[in-house]
Structure formats: C-alpha cells, structure tokens
C-alpha cells in the first residue's frame, strides 16, 4: 500500500490547519472541493466552519450527494465542529434548511456550549490515549443520545464530545488547533484500517 492520501473538504473552516496535521501525520493531504476528488482520497476530514454555510457550498460545488454516497459506502471520514453537525443524523438546535450528510449514529445539539463568547478549553480524559488531551471548544455542539454501535470516546459536562462508528470519528472540539496529533493520528491508523 503506498502512501495515503487523506482530504480535506475544502469550502469553509479550518481546512489550512488540518491539511497541517495531516502532513505532520506522515500521510499526503489535500483539499477536497469536487465530486471526482472524492475518487482520490483514502478518508476525508470535515472541517470546523459553519455547518449550515458548509452544506450550502457542499450543495453549490455538487458535491453534497457524492459525499452523502461516499460516506454510506464507507469511505472513512473525521467531523470536527460543524463536521460534526454535518455527520449527525439527526441535529437539535438546527436551522430551519439544516442539511447533514448523516452517517453518524447520533444527535447532536448544535452550539450546546453556547455562544462565542461561550468558547473554552479544558483537558479530557480520552479513552486509548495514555495521557489527557487539552480539547479547544469554540461554539461547540455536543452529543445528546448515541446509537448502539456508536463508541464515547471522551465526554465534557457529562456529554459526548468525541465519539466513533466504524470507518466514521467526530469530535466536537478543534484538534487541528492544538498541536497535538493524537486525534488526526487516530484517524490516519482508522483510515489505514479501513484500507
């Protein structure tokens, strides 16, 4: 197997930084803006942004149901923030026109942690990681109810805020921030997994 090429969905957010972390991760990162350049990456990253500004651009650059496809046939997959939101099945606190790709499992309460001003860090207690990891919230959701197959893997307030499914990770904090890899390393050895 040669080298894996993770994306980025590159429309909003934090795509510069996670490209950074993907790099550093030992793996080739690009940004994903098109349905074909879905065809090219071994596992994506939806970045942290604005959910809903996300899927409207996911909708304008046609690449919305690909990913929706791309997602239910497996292709391995890490929400961030609104990436999150964006995986979630089911949204509370959504807009009116709130889309998601689905494919997590999961309900998630949009800006739980409430407003901007609202944002925070904290160290959690991540399971498999031998030492806690300092999580960066900025108008963050969380998850209100998981499914049977859905895995905690860290919880803040006594709400999930990383979780996994299979081939599919979110976390509702900002790893790419931080300069700790563990999270993107996580998903390098998931997608590598998946392979």
Same mark, same amino acid.
């Given at each position: 197997?040669?080298?894996? @090429? &993770?994306?980025? =969905? $590159?429309?909003?957010? *934090? #795509?510069? /930084?996670? !490209?950074?972390?993907?790099?550093?991760? %030992?793996?080739?990162?690009?940004?994903?803006?098109?349905?074909?350049?879905?065809?090219?990456?071994?596992?994506?990253?939806?970045?942290?942004?604005?959910?809903? @500004? &996300?899927?409207? =651009? $996911?909708?304008?650059? *046609? #690449?919305? /149901?690909? !990913?929706?496809?791309?997602?239910?046939? %497996?292709?391995?997959?890490?929400?961030?923030?609104?990436?999150?939101?964006?995986?979630?099945?089911?949204?509370?606190?959504?807009?009116?026109?709130?889309?998601?790709?689905?494919?997590?499992?999961?309900?998630?309460?949009?800006?739980?942690?409430?407003?901007?001003?609202?944002?925070?860090?904290?160290?959690?207690?991540?399971?498999?990681?031998?030492?806690?990891?300092?999580?960066?919230?900025?108008?963050?959701?969380?998850?209100?109810?998981?499914?049977?197959?859905?895995?905690?893997?860290?919880?803040?307030?006594?709400?999930?805020?990383?979780?996994?499914?299979?081939?599919?990770?979110?976390?509702?904090?900002?790893?790419?921030?931080?300069?700790?890899?563990?999270?993107?390393?996580?998903?390098?050895?998931?997608?590598?997994?998946?392979?």
């Amino acid at each position: 197997m040669g080298k894996l @090429t &993770i994306g980025v =969905l $590159a429309l909003q957010g *934090d #795509v510069r /930084e996670h !490209l950074h972390m993907l790099e550093s991760a %030992g793996v080739h990162a690009r940004g994903v803006r098109r349905a074909e350049e879905l065809t090219q990456v071994d596992g994506l990253i939806l970045p942290g942004g604005e959910s809903t @500004t &996300i899927a409207k =651009l $996911a909708r304008i650059f *046609d #690449v919305f /149901e690909p !990913l929706q496809s791309a997602i239910a046939g %497996g292709l391995p997959i890490y929400g961030t923030c609104a990436g999150m939101i964006l995986l979630a099945d089911r949204v509370l606190d959504g807009t009116a026109d709130q889309e998601t790709f689905g494919g997590l499992d999961v309900t998630v309460r949009r800006n739980a942690f409430g407003r901007q001003v609202d944002s925070f860090e904290t160290d959690l207690d991540v399971d498999g990681f031998d030492q806690s990891f300092h999580a960066i919230f900025i108008r963050a959701p969380w998850v209100e109810e998981v499914g049977p197959d859905v895995e905690v893997l860290a919880s803040a307030n006594d709400h999930p805020v990383a979780v996994r499914a299979g081939a599919v990770m979110a976390t509702s904090f900002h790893p790419e921030v931080t300069g700790d890899p563990r999270f993107h390393q996580l998903f390098v050895d998931l997608v590598k997994a998946a392979g």
